[in-house]
């Protein structure tokens, strides 16, 4: 039988067990370690010399001790020498062993803290957007002296208004919307067929190349752009609606974002910039509509027109009146200066839901979508549906007048878009494209030259001529919304792979 010392892993030559491990050891090494530590080098426990057992083997017989000058004293140091390597090996062993456990469970509590501080910070997040949406609208009240108040009463944003009743159309309000439809008329007839000398050529339009993506103007938890409109007084300025139930203004020249506007308990799917004021309008399917003081990011009127989700918004060239379309098969004309309801109409010849409206650029007609597959072109003083475009197959997804008074363009889920001329009441051109290409979005520019598309991309058509200029794959996801800049000098577009995406030269 051979016996191993459990220090140096060698035959010793005089071997003794440890009571308090039942190791086996080389006697000087196990002398030398408990003179130093006074414990089992095994198990740490208290070890004397007196415990330790000798075991008897069989060994030559040991010289008698040398003089200390002989050969036999020198070999006798270097063995000194050796064992206090191997002592000094297996204490480093012992410490190598304890250093991997304390660095595992330093490294378990690391990963634990990690997770408890991405939670908390979840947490915080989540509290400040709920703060910001009940925050009360008394901040608005506490502007600089001398600076420009805003013209809609103030109402508290997280509180919804009750269902406002109808307040009717007075002869006021429809000699208003008469002065205007005049003015622009004539203004209209004045322009004549004359383009803005600025305005983009066709030959431009075709050179357009993706300027800039923005990926960050909504949270990334619910991805996904709705909606989006362009500041007609100062073009850099776009607002869009996001999944995220958030609506955020952007300047895409500085590439910063001025505000987001919370409030609205779901998906915004619906936004307009108003063009004389510092205010912006969005609409949700929460049934809500809120206009909103820029400045101070808070809602200055909340109306509640539907009692369905809204579908479509439309604001009148005189910048006071709001048209509303809704899934409860009304479409509401509201004053945004008081927030009521001026007139609600449903069409009682057949149940639909309405998905789009439009108001005419003259402001007296208006045209508006439906689930039943028709535009429906409505009378506004009268309030009376004058004339129906049947054609399409699926419900209207976009409609879009052009500036010049006579075009309609339109779409649904048949993937084409058609023209209808207002003056015969008739389509004249049907623009085909491709299989299963959805249609989100249609606008012309205004001067009424272009006429652009968003869906599964986005496209540029030459009016008259309806040539394609442009098309753009840029968006991985289905592009929801498209606006020209002033004079065709830029094209913005919004998809739901959250991206805000900026064409031009």
């Known amino acids: ?250 300047n895409k020249d500085t590439e910063q974002v001025i505000t987001i506007l919370k409030g609205h308990t779901k998906k915004v799917t619906s936004v307009i910039f108003h063009p004389e004021q510092d205010t912006v309008i969005t609409a949700s399917p929460d049934s809500m509509i809120r206009i909103w003081h820029v400045p101070t990011s808070q809602t200055l009127r909340a109306i509640r027109a539907h009692d369905g989700p809204v579908t479509g918004l439309s604001l009148h060239a005189t910048g006071d009146y709001l048209l509303s379309t809704s899934t409860d098969e009304h479409w509401a004309f509201s004053d945004l200066r008081t927030g009521q309801v001026l007139t609600k109409v449903g069409d009682t010849a057949s149940q639909h839901a309405l998905t789009t409206a439009q108001f005419h650029p003259d402001g007296l007609i208006f045209g508006i979508g439906t689930s039943l597959s028709v535009i429906k072109i409505w009378d506004l003083k009268e309030r009376a549906n004058v004339a129906n475009f049947p054609g399409h197959s699926g419900a209207i997804s976009a409609i879009a007048f052009s500036e010049n008074g006579y075009y309609l363009a339109t779409a649904a889920e048949d993937s084409v878009v058609k023209l209808w001329d207002l003056r015969k009441l008739k389509n004249f051109k049907t623009i085909n494209l491709d299989e299963s290409y959805e249609v989100k979005s249609l606008t012309f520019d205004q001067s009424g030259t272009y006429l652009a598309i968003a869906g599964s991309d986005v496209r540029v058509y030459l009016c008259k001529q309806w040539e394609n200029l442009k098309t753009f794959n840029d968006h991985t996801a289905t592009a929801t919304g498209v606006r020209f800049g002033q004079h065709a000098h830029f094209l913005a577009s919004v998809s739901m792979d959250r991206t805000l995406k900026i064409y031009g030269i």
């Not at 009940?134 to 944003?157: S, T």
């Not at 339009?205 to 909504?218: E, F, K, N, W």
């Not at 619910?222 to 139930?245: E, F, H, Q, R, Y």
């Open 1 to 250: 039988m051979s016996l191993t010392c459990a220090l140096s892993n060698e035959v010793p030559e005089t071997p003794v067990v440890s009571p308090v491990s039942g190791s086996i050891f080389e006697k000087r090494l196990i002398l030398k370690f408990i003179q130093e530590n006074g414990t089992d080098p095994i198990n740490g426990k208290d070890l004397s010399e007196d415990n330790l057992i000798e075991i008897k083997t069989p060994s030559a017989v040991k010289p008698r001790p040398p003089s200390a000058t002989s050969i036999p004293a020198i070999l006798k140091t270097l063995q000194d020498e050796w064992d206090a390597v191997m002592l000094h090996s297996f204490t480093l062993r012992q410490q190598l062993q304890t250093a991997r456990q304390e660095l595992s469970h330093a490294l378990y509590q690391h990963d634990a803290a990690c997770r408890v501080i991405a939670r908390l910070t979840k947490e915080v997040t989540a509290a400040r957007e709920a703060l910001a949406t009940l925050k009360p609208q008394a901040g608005i009240a506490a502007q600089p002296v001398g600076a420009q108040q805003p013209q809609y009463g103030v109402e508290a944003a997280g509180v919804p208004e009750l269902p406002i009743e109808e307040a009717g159309m007075t002869p006021d309000v429809i000699q208003k919307l008469q002065d205007k439809a005049t003015l622009l008329t004539t203004e209209r007839k004045k322009r004549g067929k004359s383009v803005p000398e600025d305005l983009v050529k066709p030959e431009q339009i075709r050179q357009y190349d993706t300027l800039a993506s923005h990926p960050g103007l909504h949270s990334a938890s619910v991805p996904g752009i709705l909606a989006m409109d362009v500041c007609p007084t100062d073009t850099s300025k776009i607002l869009t609606g996001g999944n995220d139930k958030n609506a955020t203004i952007f």
